[in-house]
């Protein structure tokens, strides 16, 4: 398990840019760009209710582009109940290239960890909301952040970083062999492992194709309590259900009652 990647300066500024701001329903919306603390700038959106609730919640796309809008809609959902949402974006390369991939997954994790101190000027609760890659960041994230109160990872499992990595490489290659063995180093079931305060909520589409449900079941068993495992009738898209989106929201409205 990779852990010293994941530091950071925490007395660094944020430097927070405001690129677009807009206000309606009694929500700010905002594009921002801040300090990612890995040597670049990170992009998300920011949507402020007009009396937060002291809940704030970080919600990071799948894929290796930036997919923010895929959750624009639960989020403002979220803000409407008084909890400030940060939506995150990230890429990540192809899979191949030890030190490409290394720098992208601690840029990626390091934009969610000042991700959480952005959202400290409005909540004193901090939650993780992570579907597919994004729910593997959070994995990391609950072995390394103890600030996190309560995190939703969907779509993800124990040993899907191999097996897809292993499955766009050229077989029986030796330098391809060891790229895969390197990924072990970041396997999120180290991470869940990680005994914490912090709630795991596992959500999985029963037909997904493309993270098997025993890849799911594996990461939450390798998990440490507190935790919950919900399964639902659809495939990789556990984003639209809304048994899964009701159940996300449970999970978070329950930091405000201890």
Partial sequence: METAAFDYDHEAPLEVERHEHVVTRDLTISELTYDHGAGGRARATLIVPAR????????????TDDGRHFFVDEATSMAERGMTALLT?????????????A??????VLTQRRGLD????WADRLCY??????????AILSGVDPRLFALALASYGSGTLQRLAAASLPQNDPVADAYVEFLHRFEPASYVAVP????????????DEIVYLSEGLRLFHA???PKEWREYPCGHDTSTPPRARADRLRLFAATSEG
């Fill in 89 to 101: 974006a990230y890429r990540l390369p192809p899979h191949g290239d030890q030190r490409a991939v």
């Fill in 196 to 207: 914490g305060a912090r709630r795991l909520l596992f959500q999985h589409g029963r037909d």
């Fill in 52 to 63: 937060p609730n002291g809940t704030g919640v970080i919600l990071a796309h799948g894929g």
């Fill in 103 to 108: 720098d992208a997954v601690r840029a990626a």
């Fill in 118 to 121: 952005l959202l400290t000027a």
């Fill in 129 to 138: 909301f992570g579907h597919s890659a994004g729910a593997y960041l959070g």
């Fill in 223 to 225: 998990a440490a309590e």
